[in-house]
């Protein structure tokens, strides 16, 4: 069979070559036995449309994250292959490198921050517009704060002395401590996120918040440090520099995604004081980019994309009988590579495998740690991107006040959960995962409303304005505005 | 005698006079004189190194941070022996991938000939579909056929990849340089008008040129669906020329400047035309100043190439130590420390070909003789 084109490997090879060489090798058995009718899907008006790729040649980038996983999992498990796609993976120094090759085209698409879709398609940081059809996980980060502060919030809170102190530890230990500082020093307590909209940013200041501690606010979509009235300074620092930015004495603790909390336990800098599954349960965290360029450019490209990272996240959330995960094991030493996160597999596999350590003596079974299909977990919800856009109006990234009806607008321009039901549906067809998988084709995209927030405040993505008007620290609306 | 003299040449041109006192020992010269000369290249240097490992394998055990050890010359090195098998075996599996891709082609050919055959059986929606899929797998088969590897560039890949950048980097200095510096060293006035511009230019840090060069090339490409270089490889190649451009341009000026009046005169008393002079007269006398100046100009190249890469996201030697220093894990050190070596070696390689370069241009050379 190879012989045909052996002689071919040095130049590219025609379609005349191909036709020649398939003409030799379907001489012996490929064509012949064939006739129609022998496969099921060929029956009268049944014939699948097989997919027309725009581009066949994908760059994605990623950031060293267990959190790429879906992206990592659809290459080295054959998803990619199947749809015809030759996608290359290439890791980023930076969200703002990532983010920005994604806007001049040099990535294809990318392992993005929830937040950045949303920040560069409003005008936050960025003005480009980024769509997302396909939500690569919920949960997975972490807050984390230096061996020194660790042992002052445990002297200004007894019940926190003990090897397993009672979860979410919320910052009211902490608040003494900041004022202190800032009494003393004359200035913020430095921690740190990874980057201006993340999801690290709202969730750390949604932590210190609801602990009455003021994380500052921003002066409009262009300011990037945000340290308006601040008593904590949260400054950016790429994910894998964390551990060596809290070590060197930088910041005092910070918020990242795996595994850069679990290497601080166990190289023994810091300690996590909670993770983002207790300040908002299943809250989104990073989500699959491309510009709205390529997307329209490239549609069937982009659902054949989708439809492979449907199949690893189902892949990465498969379980047994028990209820036990049966494939993160394999998942944890693949990530491991060099080429992918990189850290040792025994930190990785840590949260991958559903437990997270908080301390050597607090290790604690989180199965949920991180959700990256169950549940809909992959599917655009519009009201998660519609939390992230009340969080950005809250802290003053968005400058003006927006009606509650922007908000849905919004959501509906930067989330296509479209593209993600025509993926599902194809591969339905295909039988590769069942109907169930997927909301009920009468799902309008909303979750319903929760109060799983460490501060207790209910959010209903149809109501944003009064959530955002729910908070004691940041912007508030006039109250009108949630009917227009 | 005769192969005597030739090595020795050898050994001057090349700039090996590490080599000197080995061939004239064979020759039969004088022992005593050559011991000395081997101790003096080879002995001396011998042990600095074998202090220097030593120095580096204590330090090791001494040096570490909370999170990390620095890594010895023995972890160092077995790293680094296992870069260069992952490189091996993941060209063996790229390969192997190549291969299945091709016999997938194939298939893919006759699943869109039985498309096509199944068409000519239907009729309406049916046809079309089926021969949009027959030409769709056709497309699917030619992709196949022309697969190139998506697996991330090895370490041995990306020193390839630098090489190239650096010398992309390199040649555009060179062409720049070199016919800027010839009219700076022949026209005054010309120089007057350019030198504040170097003045001010030549001292600032590459890393500062990357964002502006950056902006240059994204203008260009703004609008263009395909670049025809990547992007971070021009900006990374552009940030590389930028710096490399100076010692190259202000030697040339020198080289030129400086041709002897004697030179000139000899052309005027012959009546050479401007070209003739500028071709036979002025630019071989000012050749071993021009090369001297691009050895200087490929070394800096070379150093800043480590940093654009690192900062543009070019693939390279620079994007594998940052890659590494993310991974934060046990051995990512150790392989830092052995693209140190590298990175090293490298220069060192460059610099020898630069110099013997010069020594083939270089008047009172034997090799020009």
Redesign the interface.
Known sequence: ??L???G??ES????D???S??LE??SGD??DS?E?GNEPG?E??A???????EK??LVFGFI?LTDCAPIVIA?EKGYFDDE?L????????NWR?LLN?VI?G?LDGAHMLAGQPIGASVGVGADAPIITAYSLDYNGNGITVSNEIWVEMQKNDVKLQSPTPEHPIPATSLKPIVKAYKNKEGKPFPMGMVFPVSTHNYEIRYWLASSGIHPGMYSGEDDAKGVNDAEVELSVT?P??M??TL?GGTIFGYCVGEP?NQ?AVA???GVPVTTNYDIWNNNPEKVFGVSKDWAEKNPNTHLAVVKALIRAGKWLDAKDADGKFLNRIEAAKIL?D??Y????EAVIANSMTGTFVFQETDVRSMPEFNVFFDGYASYPHYSDCIWFLTQMRRWGQISESKPASWYAAKAKEIYRPEIYRKAAELLISEGKVAATDFPAPDYDGYREPTTAFIDGNQYDAADPIGYINSFEIGNKEPTELAKQ | MNWRGTALRFCKVTGLPILEPFVRLIAGEDPKEQFKGIAKYVLVPAVAIGLFLAFWSFASRHVSANSVQLPGPMKTFSEGKRLFSEHFEQKRIDGERKREKKQEAIQLMADAARAQQQAEQATGKQKETLLANASTLEKRALAAANYKASSAPTFVDQIFNSLQTVMFGFIIATLIAVPVGVLCGMSPWFNAAITPLIQVFKPVSPLAWLPLAMLVILSMFSGTDEPWLPIAFLTSGITVCLCSLWPTLVNTTLGVSSVDQDYINVAKVLKLSWSQQLFKIILPASLPLMFAGMRISLGVGWMVLIAADMLAQNPGLGKFVWDEYQNNNQISFARIAFSVVIIGLIGLLLDRIMIFFRNLVSFGNPATA
């Open positions: 069979m190879l045909p084109l052996s071919c490997s590219d090879v025609s379609i070559d191909l036709r060489a398939a090798a379907g490929a064509i064939t129609p060929n009268p008006g014939v699948a449309e097989i997919l027309d790729l066949t040649d060293k290459k015809g030759n996608v290359q993976v290439e890791a980023q120094s490198d090759r001049t040099e790429p894998p520099q551990p060596k070590e850069w290497v190289t023994k800098i491991s060099s080429r996160v990189g850290a040792d």
